[in-house]
Nanobody
Framework: QVQLVESGGGLVQPGGSLRLDCAAS????????MGWYRQAPGKERELVAT???????NYADSVKGRFTISRDNAKNTVYLQMNSLKLEDTAVYYC?????????WGQGTQVTVSS
């Protein structure tokens, strides 16, 4: 089965940066949209950013101007560059891919922002 493999999470100080990467475990076709979601303890999973095949992006208001989503369609890979990180960005971040008739989710990677 195809899986999404994430990397790049970790511990960072406020104001710092991290880049999250997510790639399919093998070659697949027809990934229409890729994105990132996050879930803090005791909270519902929320959308962070998405990017369509043609490059159109959407961001949560809380991350606009700080986070940048990008993708490499040939590699079925999505990236999330996170700058100016805040304490409230602490969460488990999940990669997502929308395919024809289905969705894929990554295993989640912990991002902790702490001084």
């Amino acid at each position: 089965q195809v899986q999404l493999v994430e990397s790049g999470g970790g511990l960072v100080q406020p104001g710092g940066s991290l880049r999250l990467d997510c790639a399919a475990s093998r070659s697949i076709f027809n990934i229409y949209t890729m994105g990132w979601y996050r879930q803090a303890p005791g909270k519902e999973r929320e959308l962070v950013a998405t990017i369509a095949t043609g490059g159109s992006t959407n961001y949560a208001d809380s991350v606009k101007g700080r986070f940048t989503i990008s993708r490499d369609n040939a590699k079925n890979t999505v990236y999330l560059q996170m700058n100016s990180l805040k304490l409230e960005d602490t969460a488990v971040y999940y990669c997502n891919a929308v395919l024809f008739g289905s969705q894929l989710w990554g295993q989640g990677t912990q991002v902790t922002v702490s001084s």
